[in-house]
């Protein structure tokens, strides 16, 4: 049996793929078989090590050394000098981006690691089943500090000079909704979790209820006891089957070692959690459609104020806060305000989940400090773009957010910026688009999404997302007309300032986002009928170059609807009037013929 | 499991809890076994994780190698779910992203048996908070 007593690790996601480091490998292995040490060093494909535009990158264990952009090439020198004389290679050694030093021994440093994980601290490390697994993991020690230790208006100092903010979207200062609904006065309160997550492509706070559910029970009992609650209401969508289980293994577990129900740890502070579903209503995610949906009522929204701090749940005082918000609580008890509030920017602080998603390699679960740029987000993290693609935008804030373009990929990311950038934070969702997304397409998909969640309560919202969709139908449909970028704009900000809650102030974004973004792409699609993405299926149409096409026939053996003909090693041709342009013809070819126009 | 009463059982609890999970990664100890961790979120799971996580627990009890197979939530690495985390007792934790039935197999011949990693290994491309 070979024991291995080195190991090389290339990288082997999609970013380094492209660059040879499949090649790279190879020559590794047929060197260190050159001089004998294949039983020795292992040469071992990994996946992404996340810093792709530093890629090929080549890992050596157990010294920790980290090579960055190498290439098939540089494969001699590695195992001449670093293998076989234990010398590093400096120039091809990983550079700290501040100090721009070679980094000798990657082990303990997190330099090219961007991310740091506080909400999601536990998920993909405990079994989420096991309460005593968080216990170990320091569950449960905030509870019962803020409980022993700890005043309510102590815990909500903390609370406030952390700086944590809600992670639902709005972005309003937690410590500061605790107090409001401390100083209402009543013989009942409640605490209740916002678990609606309805953006399309986010799955963040359905990851922290399946990987950490206690988090989020601990932090319910120490708002209650902040607040003077002894209930708390989960309000969960039925659409996600597994994060109610384990919440209800979490509640059952959490009774029965005492630390929900009546006299938790002995202080005589009573706490209980209970679950409500929702049926998936985008707008329930508003805390005062949440409110009414819980009471039983139909799903809308109210006027703000009363505020539910003061009136909320059956009339009472209710502090509402999303799940990634609870999830930060216990480790800021912990340890800290200052600690918490060091990381992040000015006036965002900690980390913010992200859902990556869209047109990039890495799709996943990210958890990234406040002030991390987009472009760290998508080329450091995310592992860049999906076949070699340009960046177009990111779209953030879901429904209610905007399009980020390239000349934001510096811009550090936090509430505040992302305000000013036209889009928002939103609960964390982050769809990456390339050259190949028609922004007309993107929004109109947006307001469709609105438009079937709008409860149609208010005037501007039910009748005004419907005409607003209707011109950008059009639009993709090659019938606008220039005046109707106007109208867009026009109907956009009067639904803006008129609609009732949240969902309707907000559901233009897409449209005035990409309206003030990508202006030439509207004005494409209406002056000349043209959609320069290639993805507005009425503005296209394929044609076959006669020059290219090589008569292989695999575009007539793939056409579904027997548009295309053409002789065997003859040109092709494409008959307009039975296309259905769905793109199979442009796809299929090997030599570039199809052209879409 | 008897109530816990006051902050001190809590805290009993948690060095319990501690060093039950010390002790099965100290190397020394005759009790520490392999284990491997199956992200088992609905990402994971939509990807194939339950069935990944069933043929670790059938194959490695047939072969008669003692292990501890548990689930847990996302590790963030979506595009190659399932993802599992393998520590063999005195090594650091080790990723494998895409492990279906043919690579799970490959992890145990190789890097459980043998303690050879295979190809697939997923970098941690992040830092979680010290507890």
Known sequence: ?597 | MNKIKNRADLRKLQSEVQSKIRLREDVNHPGNVVQIKVSMSTCGIASGAKETMNFFTSELNHQGIDALVTQTGCMGYCYAEPTIELTIPGALPVVYGFVNRTKALEIIEKHIKLNEMVDGIIPVTYSTIEI
Request: hydrophobic share 35%; charged share 25%; with cysteine.
């Open chain 1, 1 to 597: 049996m070979a024991e291995f007593n080195m190991h090389i690790l290339v990288c082997g996601g999609i970013g380094c793929k492209a660059s040879q480091s499949e090649l790279i490998k190879t020559n590794f292995k047929s060197l260190l078989n050159e001089y004998g040490l294949a039983d020795e060093i292992q040469v071992l494909l990994t996946g992404c090590f996340g810093i792709c535009g530093k890629g090929p990158v080549v890992k050596i264990l157990p010294d920790n050394t980290f090579y960055t952009q190498v290439t098939p090439e540089d494969v001699a020198e590695i195992v001449d000098e670093h293998i076989i004389k234990g010398r590093k290679v400096e120039h091809l050694l990983y550079k700290d981006p501040v100090t721009n030093e070679p980094v000798i021994d990657s082990n303990g440093t997190n330099v090219y690691k961007k991310q740091i994980r506080i909400a999601l601290r536990n998920c993909g490390f405990i079994n989420p089943e096991d309460i005593e697994e968080y216990i170990g993991r320091d569950g449960y020690s905030a509870l019962g500090d803020c409980l022993t230790v700890k005043t309510p208006d102590e815990v909500i100092r903390i609370i406030k000079d952390s700086g944590l903010r809600g992670r639902g979207g709005g972005g309003f200062p937690t410590g500061l909704k605790w107090e409001l609904t401390r100083k209402a006065v009543s013989d009942q309160k409640y605490v209740v979790c916002n678990a609606d997550e309805g953006d399309p492509g986010a799955f963040m706070d359905r990851s922290v209820l399946e990987g950490d559910p206690h988090s989020v029970l601990e932090s319910m009992a120490i708002c209650g006891y902040c607040i003077g609650a002894d209930k708390g209401l989960i309000y969960i969508r039925a659409e996600y089957p597994l994060a109610i289980e384990r919440l209800k293994i979490a509640i059952n577990q959490a009774r029965e070692y005492g630390l929900l129900g009546d006299d938790i740890l002995g202080t005589g502070f009573n706490f209980d959690v209970e679950i409500r579903y929702g049926a998936g209503a985008f707008v329930c995610g508003e805390e005062t459609a949440l409110i009414h949906s819980m009471e039983g009522k139909r799903g809308e929204p109210s006027v703000k104020p009363p505020f539910p701090a003061e009136k909320g749940y059956n009339g009472k005082p209710t502090n509402v806060n999303n799940v990634e918000t609870f999830a930060n609580i216990p480790v800021i008890i912990n340890k800290g305000a200052k600690w918490f509030s060091s990381i992040g920017t000015a006036h965002s602080k900690g980390t913010k989940v992200f859902a990556l998603a869209g047109n990039i390699n890495n799709v996943g679960l990210i958890e990234v400090p406040m002030g991390i740029t987009l472009r760290e987000i998508i080329y450091d993290i995310g592992g860049g773009i999906k076949d070699g693609r340009e960046f177009k935008a990111v779209q953030t804030g879901g429904p209610s957010g905007g399009c980020l373009t390239k000349s934001f990929l510096d811009t550090p990311i936090d509430y505040d910026n992302l305000l000013a950038a036209g889009s928002m934070m939103g609960s964390g969702g982050m769809i990456v688009l390339d050259d190949s997304n028609c922004m007309v397409a993107i929004a109109r998909f947006y307001l469709e999404f609105t438009l079937d969640e709008s409860c149609g309560k208010c005037t501007p919202c039910r009748i005004g997302n419907k005409r607003l969709h209707e011109i950008l139908v059009k639009i993709t449909e090659g019938e606008g007309k220039p005046e109707d970028l106007n109208r867009l704009r026009m109907l956009s900000n009067v639904i803006k300032d008129t609609s009732l809650c949240g969902l309707g102030q907000t559901s233009p974004n897409p449209v005035l986002s990409t309206l003030d973004n990508f202006h030439d792409e509207y004005l494409a699609h209406v002056t000349s009928s043209s959609c320069p993405a290639g993805q507005c299926k009425a503005l296209v149409h394929y044609t076959i170059d006669n020059e290219k096409c090589t008569g292989c026939t695999l575009c007539f053996r793939n056409c579904t609807v027997g548009a295309i003909s053409g002789e065997k090693r003859g040109p092709h041709y494409i008959d307009q009037t039975l296309c259905i342009k769905c793109g199979v013809c442009f796809e299929k070819c090997k030599f570039d013929a199809v052209l879409i126009g």
